[in-house]
């Protein structure tokens, strides 16, 4: 099991808006940041969002992150089918080794 | 612009030792760690440690402790992990992935290519 959860897989039409949940506890996102990866197939992840919120340069606004207590939320709104992939958060752990945990990672389907 | 690029496939028996490495270039190696993150089949990502590109520091998960060493070469811009006394379920693709800053504490920005690792009799 991961120490982050997050569900299975999500799903959603083209054009449409999709949130994708995180949940922690107070020794990992309830004190430090999140980030999140997008897993493409037969890809290496890459990160979308940092510091709960902030987007690398070239990642559109489409994709938006928040934080709020032991929890976090990956928004992902004008669904492209491009958008298919696994999505994992990921954050640190100090009261525990491995110091960086991540998520099981959820599956979006673009229907 | 900031690449890693990860050594090719390997086929190795249960029980021994794999290598990987991972070239970086477009950046200025010592000022950024490298962490390693695996993913086994069917299954999600799984960091294994970290190290300082600067001073050779370590942080390793607690399950890969004893069995993994993770070194650089600033003089080529090189990671390597090494992971002994390999099982089947060490079966994975192994990526190496540039820390945002320094530290560990730094999300990861930039990521190799990665490298499938099947160990099997």
């Known amino acids: 099991q991961s120490v982050l959860t997050q569900p299975p897989s999500v799903s959603a039409a083209p054009g449409q808006k999709v949130t994708i949940s995180c949940s922690g506890s107070?020794?990992?996102?309830?004190?430090?940041?999140v980030s999140w990866y997008q897993k493409l197939p037969g890809t290496a992840p890459k990160l979308l969002i940092y510091?709960?919120?902030k987007r690398p340069s070239g990642i559109p606004d489409r994709f938006s992150g928040s934080k709020s207590g032991t929890s976090a939320t990956l928004g992902i709104t004008g669904l492209q089918t491009g958008d298919e992939a696994d999505y994992y958060c990921?954050?640190?752990?100090?009261?525990?080794?491995?110091?960086?945990?991540f998520g099981g990672g959820t599956k979006l389907t673009v229907l | 612009q900031v690449h890693l690029v990860q050594s090719g496939a390997e086929a190795k028996k249960p029980g021994a030792s794999v290598k990987v490495s991972c070239k970086a270039s477009?950046?200025?190696?010592?000022?950024?760690?490298v962490s390693w993150v695996r993913q086994a089949p069917g299954q999600g990502l799984e960091w294994m440690g970290w190290?300082?590109?600067?001073?050779?520091?370590?942080n390793f998960a607690q399950r890969f402790q004893g069995r993994v060493s993770m070194t650089t070469d600033t003089s080529t811009s090189t990671a390597y992990m090494e992971l002994r006394s390999l099982r089947s379920d060490d079966t994975a693709i192994y990526y190496c992935?540039?820390?945002?800053?320094?530290?560990?504490?730094?999300?990861?920005?930039?990521w190799g290519q990665g490298t499938q690792v099947t160990v099997s009799s």
């Open positions: 510091e709960n919120n």
């Open positions: 992935a540039r820390n945002g800053g320094s530290s560990l504490w730094y999300p990861f920005d930039n």
């Open positions: 990921g954050t640190w752990d100090g009261s525990l080794s491995p110091y960086v945990v």
């Open positions: 477009g950046y200025n190696f010592p000022s950024f760690g």
């Open positions: 107070s020794s990992n996102i309830g004190n430090n940041y």
């Open positions: 190290t300082s590109t600067s001073n050779g520091n370590t």
